[in-house]
């Protein structure tokens, strides 16, 4: 809910979604903290079901990839293509395979506050090329004074290089394809759709 929080905080009308209960209760709990609303709704976002259009949606880092058959993904996008206004805009972002067929390294991380100290670390389990899964294992430490608490979760994420890609998106009409940026988010620096790439955001414009 990150996202639905920064855009509430500056003003939006904003609409979240996800299964997971703890998840939108988390999440309101933060609105409520900086004093900004938000409509949440938990729903599948292969068919969730809103009455009135919306301008604009969002897709953020890989959840798209967590849809993990091409008639998922497909429901999904038409889905989102069904609740949009003509000329909306839907901003999905993910990671696909490059041509050199390196997705992920191990990513790691870590932070400090005065009572904690985290550590995070992901990588690759288990790739299974001919169903397109890729699955991932994150592993969070968490200092707490003397005290660490170990997490494990695993993740299943769908692949795509840029040919799948492109042929999922062929099959949804309804959207446009009319710019490609990269993770770093430059808004003036466009790229596009290469067997270079790996972190993409697509902007897909409703017809």
């Known amino acids: 809910g990150r996202l639905v929080r920064e855009m509430a905080k500056r003003g939006y009308a904003v609409t979240g979604m996800d299964l997971n209960e703890p998840a939108l209760v988390y999440c309101q709990k933060k609105l409520t903290e900086r004093g ?18 919306f301008d604009a949606a969002f897709n953020a880092i890989n959840t798209f990839r967590h849809l993990e058959t091409e008639d998922a993904a497909l429901q999904h996008l038409k889905c989102v293509a069904k609740h949009l206004r003509t000329d909306g805009v839907y ?3 993910l990671h ?8 992920w ?3 790691r991380w870590s932070t400090k506050t005065p009572n904690y100290t985290v550590k995070y670390a992901l990588s690759v389990q288990a790739i299974d090329e001919e169903k397109r899964i890729e699955t991932l294992k994150m592993t969070m430490k968490v200092l707490e004074g003397t005290k660490e608490t170990t997490m ?3 993740l299943r994420l769908r692949l795509y290089d840029v040919d799948q890609l ?19 988010f430059e ?3 466009k790229t596009k759709l290469t067997k270079n790439s790996c972190d993409v955001v697509l902007i897909l414009k409703k017809k």
Do not use: C, N
């Open 96 to 103: 696909i395979v490059p041509h050199d067929g390196e997705l």
């Open 36 to 53: 900004s609303w938000a409509v949440l709704s938990k729903q599948d976002m292969t068919r969730f079901q809103f009455d009135q259009p």
């Open 187 to 189: 808004i003036s620096e």
């Open 105 to 107: 390294g191990t990513e």
């Open 166 to 184: 492109k042929g999922l998106l062929a099959k949804v009409p309804a959207f446009e394809l009319v710019a490609v940026y990269d993770f770093w």
């Open 91 to 93: 901003v999905l972002s």
């Open 152 to 154: 494990t979760d695993l």
